[in-house]
């Protein structure tokens, strides 16, 4: 099976500021990565997909890139709805799908 | 709009069994893929299984192959997750999600509510 592996497991920001989550797979997953923000007691949601498509809804201030093993998701300008957990997904075994242990962005 | 709805979910003893219920509504649920992931409590989230638009194909995670079965009822569009042989570690929130393919790419577009199960004795 693919291993997803996010770094770091926390970060601490401030609203305005420009932040970049890491997610690195076990092996090569070409482009099959995607990203999705989940808040406290909420249900995952879909921001980027194929490592850099953004989801159809999701702000221009998310942004994915990566390809291969290693992969990031940027946020520019924090706003206050931004901090929640983020989990990078790979889909390169799109029968056996799997996440990364998360993100957790926190308020500094 | 998309809507997921899961239910079914509650408190059961291990070694019991329990069915999860996913009502689809909003899109043509028999184009699309169908998937069930769970989240342990303050934990991350676990694929579990997904099943082709038509139910032709299925595909299961690791710690839930040959205890779990997923189904889907194209008529009544409703996904189910059938829970055998239950066990502590199963204790979560299970989320149904709806792939943007049938056939399944593996990229799940629209998330339910989720419906928690407890294991306990």
């Known amino acids: 099976d693919i291993q997803m592996t996010q770094s770091p497991s926390s970060l601490s920001a401030s609203v305005g500021d420009r932040v970049t989550f890491t997610c690195r797979a076990s092996q090569s997953i070409s482009s099959s990565l995607s990203w999705y923000q989940q808040k406290p007691g909420k249900a995952p949601n879909l921001l980027i997909y194929g490592a850099s498509s953004l989801q159809s809804g999701v702000p221009s201030r998310f942004s994915g890139s990566g390809s291969g093993t290693d992969f990031t998701l940027t946020i520019t300008s924090l706003q206050p709805e931004d901090f929640a957990t983020y989990y990078c997904?790979?889909?390169?075994?799109?029968?056996?799908?799997?996440f990364g242990q998360g993100t957790r962005l926190e308020i500094k | 709009q998309v809507q997921l709805v899961e239910s079914g979910g509650g408190l059961v003893q291990p070694g019991k069994s329990l069915t999860l219920s996913c009502a689809a509504s909003g899109f043509t649920f028999t184009d699309y893929g169908m998937h069930w992931v769970r989240q342990a409590p303050g934990k991350g989230l676990e694929w579990v299984a997904v099943i082709w638009f038509d139910g032709s194909n299925k595909y299961y995670g690791g710690s839930v192959r040959g205890r779990f079965t997923i189904s889907r009822d194209n008529f009544k569009n409703i996904l189910y997750l059938e829970m055998r042989s239950l066990r502590v570690d199963d204790t979560a929130t299970y989320y149904c999600?709806?792939?943007?393919?049938?056939?399944?790419?593996?990229?799940?577009?629209?998330w339910g509510q989720g419906t928690l199960v407890s294991v306990s004795s």
């Open positions: 997904q790979q889909s390169y075994t799109s029968l056996r799908i799997s």
């Open positions: 999600a709806r792939d943007t393919a049938d056939l399944a790419a593996g990229v799940l577009d629209h």
